[in-house]
């Protein structure tokens, strides 16, 4: 039984042992949902209904961060909504980072074209959010919590009836960073909802739910179908649990990935940028330059993710008391994944899989098939389609993205949802200069990563053969047709609206997250390949196109394009004479 296989049994097991404790079945009698289940068909009143939506987005949380993903990590009203609905393995967003994600999600377009490239000066002239359209289908709508778009400015956006958000990353408590004698004189953090400036009151994920909670039961018009988009803070760095949780995992001992120990059978076949981070604000070593272990973290980490999961219980509570529960889709899922070591990695931006790849679940009883592992590949950048979709709205012409709505109810089975490649974009930031720019494309199982600006190697994955991507098969000769095919896929598709190639950046406002441990890991070797004796003939070779013939000559142990330096052999005057006729040998 292959990895990917056990990974699903083990969801679906754990879905089952949900069910059977909800439904107070003894977890052994539960029998476990197929991979694939037939299409819940509705009935035509089912159909012409307008569908209410929930969004519930997270900030920074792991693919594998949930209860009935992760022993030991207690998420329990999550879980029933897997065991109910039906789990998306293979999500990933094409933008590993809070602004460029976020964007996609709300505009269906990738970062190359909304321009949202970074966290540091976000623009948003020109830019419609899916919302918008949602609007015009009669829908009300309603946004809470992190926007973090438009030089951080908290006002209200366009496309939303009912609006609640904060400057910047927002804060866990009234008084994150704020003194003492400042607090004891009235200065809190401030929501702005409505235009209004509000004091915060209490902690963010608890009171964004008051709101949350209090517009669904009291503001909204009950006669109009409404799209709530739920937009946590959490688990965002620090992440700072509430006092009932502030001790939830005490005794809990979280363990990292292999990948994060210092050995060289880790770091062989990775590029040179990757063992450099390890002593950086994004590295294992000296992350965020504390020197807390990320086994403690993720005690804070996860502790403030189960507020989120009591959110979640609320709001469904909220659902079944209405009776809207079979009217309205539920969606969890994240902006972006997020390492705890991954390849002496923390935090996001690269396009390993840690990074790359986020939780997501969805739920509506009788439309979205129950206790299912759905393997259908689902980017951010088809959320604000599939919305659309569902709502009965016309896709825009701007949409770069596909309706995943016929894989999500089951109509079209995993197997045969024909899913684009999976193109990643990240644009290097001068905040945080130790991520290259990086782009990536995947195509079936195949992962091609590129860098940007910087002296390093490619790489190229199995991703299914090797989910940890510990095997780097870039320059392995029977993968030579596959990188080459896939590097000219990776050029076209990331070509603008225009066609152009355009490699954008903001402005540089400090020197950024330069700090390395006086006492910590140095730089990275070069690779040994790399390191020659001068004067070789085969200089042109690594600059030539790749190639079968370039291969094969290499096979053979020639060079491909002979080439000794100036004055040697046949790059030489004395090599040239013999190609000039005998009256131009005497010429001056």
């Known amino acids: 039984m292959n990895r990917a296989r056990q990974f699903q049994k083990r969801i679906l097991g754990a879905a089952a042992a949900i069910v059977a404790i909800s439904s107070g079945c003894p977890a052994a009698l539960a029998e476990p949902a197929p991979a694939t289940k037939a299409a819940v068909d509705p009935s035509p009143a089912q159909q012409q209904r307008p569908r209410n939506v929930i969004f519930i987005l997270v900030d920074d949380l792991r693919f594998d961060g949930l209860g009935f993903l992760q022993p030991g990590i207690k998420t329990p009203n999550i879980d029933r909504l897997a065991a109910g609905g ?33 966290n540091n000066n976000s623009s948003e002239e020109g830019l419609t959010f899916f919302p918008k359209y949602l609007q015009g289908q009669g829908y009300q709508t309603a946004f809470f919590g992190k926007w973090h778009m438009g030089n951080d400015t908290a006002s209200p956006r366009p496309g939303f009836d009912k609006w609640l958000s904060f400057s910047g990353q927002g804060n866990y408590y009234p008084n994150t960073g704020i003194p003492d004698a400042q607090f004891a004189k009235g200065v809190v953090h401030k929501y702005n909802v409505d235009g209004r400036q509000v004091p915060q009151q209490g902690y963010i994920t608890d009171e964004l739910t008051d709101y949350a909670v209090n517009w669904l039961s009291k503001e909204r018009d009950p006669k109009k179908p409404f799209f709530l988009y739920f937009s946590h803070k959490a688990v965002h760095s620090d992440p700072l649990p509430p006092p009932r949780y502030a001790h939830q995992y005490d005794n809990f001992q979280f363990r990292l990935p292999a990948s994060a120990a210092n050995t060289p059978e880790n770091y062989k ?22 020197d807390m272990p990320m086994t403690e973290y993720l005690k804070y980490y996860y502790a403030t993710l189960s507020a989120v999961d009591d959110s979640v219980g609320r709001i469904m509570q909220y659902l079944k008391k209405a009776g809207l529960e079979k009217d309205t889709l539920v969606v969890f899922t994240s902006d972006n994944g997020f390492q705890v070591g991954e390849h002496g990695l923390i935090d996001k931006r690269n396009a390993y899989e840690a990074s790359v790849k986020v939780p997501l679940v969805m739920y509506e009883p009788g439309t979205v098939p129950a206790g299912v592992v759905n393997t259908g590949a689902i980017r951010n950048l088809d959320f604000a389609p599939t ?77 299914a053969a090797d989910p940890e991507e510990m095997h780097n098969l870039a320059e392995d000769p029977k993968y030579l047709d596959a990188k080459i095919a896939l590097r000219k896929a990776l050029y076209d598709q990331l070509a603008n609206t225009e066609g152009k190639h355009v490699i954008p950046y903001t402005q540089r406002q400090s020197i950024g997250a330069v700090r390395r441990n006086r006492n910590g890991t140095g730089a990275a070797p070069f690779p040994d390949a790399w390191l020659v004796e001068p004067n070789r003939e085969d200089r042109l070779d690594p600059i030539v196109n790749d190639s079968r013939f370039k291969q094969a000559a290499h096979d053979r142990g020639e060079n491909f394009i002979p080439s000794p330096i100036v004055g040697q052999g046949t790059n030489s005057v004395e090599h040239g004479m013999k190609s000039l006729p005998p009256a131009a040998k005497g010429r001056n």
């Open 269 to 290: 076949g990775k590029p040179r940028w990757v063992y450099d981070q390890r002593n950086t604000w994004h590295g294992i070593d000296f992350y965020y330059n504390s």
């Open 387 to 463: 919305f659309l979709d569902l709502a009965g709205a016309p896709k825009p012409a701007q949409f770069e993205g596909k309706s995943a709505w016929p894989l999500i109810t089951g109509k079209v089975a995993a197997k045969d949802w024909q899913a684009p490649d999976f193109t990643y974009e990240y644009y290097w930031e001068w905040t945080f200069p130790q991520t290259p720019g990086t782009f990536a494309i995947q195509r079936g199982n195949l992962k091609y990563i590129q860098y940007y600006g910087v002296y390093d190697i490619d790489e190229l994955y199995d991703v």
């Open 86 to 118: 039906s789990y998306f393995p293979n999500t990933r967003v094409t933008s590993s980072l809070c602004s460029p994600s976020r964007a996609t999600i709300l505009t269906g377009m990738t970062a190359r074209n909304h321009g949202v490239v970074d």
